[in-house]
């Protein structure tokens, strides 16, 4: 193969890799553009929340994962790319292009990480009780440092607080007319490759001190009698509150999470509460093993999904 049908392939099994990507709901909104020396990441307009995120905050996060998974999915290969964010101020569609590709040596922590990919989902389940070892949470805020964004890990109090918003936001979204339409699109496109299946939502609340997303109609997954008590609750946030720090944000969300699957931590992200307030992403950190009576074993399970 000559090395210009070779980028051709690697862009796109990048583009598809980025596939497995978080997003809010589910909702993919992201298409990619594969050029003979580059790959454009475009957001798609007609899947942006336009009740919850009106000003396309949880897109670009969510489009931000999905470049930080094909960036691995091009290290991985041994491409290595210069990353343009936001590289057209007249396109506010095109949100990044990766160009200037040259092969070198594949980066086996890329490879690592790829992996980590297929395996990682949110498990909306109460989390076990045994600690999230310090130097889980070491590794994944320096994960985070290293895309550009800052984790902080919330004290008790701090805590209490973010559960309090979680619950103020979980009811204005409740009395929203518009923002429970929305959910309800999201969480009835079985079989489509987007959105929320029943599977996924749990059957009854999980005991959580932070209350997790109130999808309004349960689930199918089973949530045992557990609490969350050990779990770790962190702030992942960025310098600014623009479009170019969101997506920066996806991209930290992105390490951090794919690392945690790495280490064996459960990451749930709280998205409810920044739709309320200005702030970039909130997650939920936990061991991945479950509390439920079943004794199930989540996490790393593809098969769970
Ligand atoms: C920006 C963003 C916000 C999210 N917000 C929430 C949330 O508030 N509550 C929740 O349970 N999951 C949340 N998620 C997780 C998505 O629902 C999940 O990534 C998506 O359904 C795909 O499933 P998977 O992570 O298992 O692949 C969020 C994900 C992203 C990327």
Not at 37 to 48: I, N, P, T
Not at 65 to 71: E, F, N, P, V, Y
Not at 236 to 264: C, N, P, V
């Amino acid at each position: 193969m000559s090395q210009e049908s070779q980028l051709t392939t690697a862009l796109a099994e990048a583009a598809a890799t980025a596939g497995h990507a978080p997003s809010v709901h589910n909702s993919q909104p992201w298409r990619w553009r594969v050029l003979p020396d580059a790959l454009e990441l475009r957001s798609v307009a007609d899947r942006q929340l336009a009740a919850a995120d009106p000003e396309g905050r949880l897109l670009a996060i969510s489009c931000g994962t999905a470049l930080h998974h094909a960036r691995l999915a091009l290290a991985a290969e041994g491409w290595r790319a210069v990353v343009q964010r936001l590289p057209d101020p007249a396109d506010s569609e095109l949100l990044a292009r990766l160009t200037d590709l040259s092969h070198t040596t594949a980066d086996p922590d890329a490879m690592r990480m790829v992996q980590c990919m297929q395996v990682r989902h949110t498990d909306r389940r109460p989390v076990s009780d045994e600690p999230v070892p310090p130097t889980a949470i070491e590794e994944i805020t320096r994960a985070v440092t290293a895309e550009g964004c800052r984790l902080q890990i919330l004290d008790r109090d701090e805590m209490l607080e973010l559960a309090a918003t979680a619950g103020h936001a979980d009811t204005v979204e409740a009395e929203d007319p518009e923002l429970r339409a929305e959910l309800a699109y999201w969480t009835s496109r079985a079989g489509e490759g987007t959105g929320l299946p029943a599977e996924v939502l749990p059957e009854q609340p999980a005991q959580t001190t932070v209350p997790g997303r109130d999808f309004g109609r349960p689930g199918s997954l089973p949530v045992g009698p557990g609490h969350d008590r050990m779990a770790v609750y962190a702030m992942l946030h960025g310098d600014e509150d623009e479009r170019d720090s969101w997506l920066r944000a996806g991209e930290a969300l992105s390490a951090g999470w794919l690392t945690a699957t790495r280490l064996g931590v459960s990451v749930v992200p709280l998205s409810a509460v920044v739709e309320v307030p200005a702030i970039a992403a909130i997650a939920v950190l936990s061991t991945s093993r479950s509390a439920s009576p079943a004794g199930m074993r989540l996490g790393n399970d593809p098969s769970a999904r």
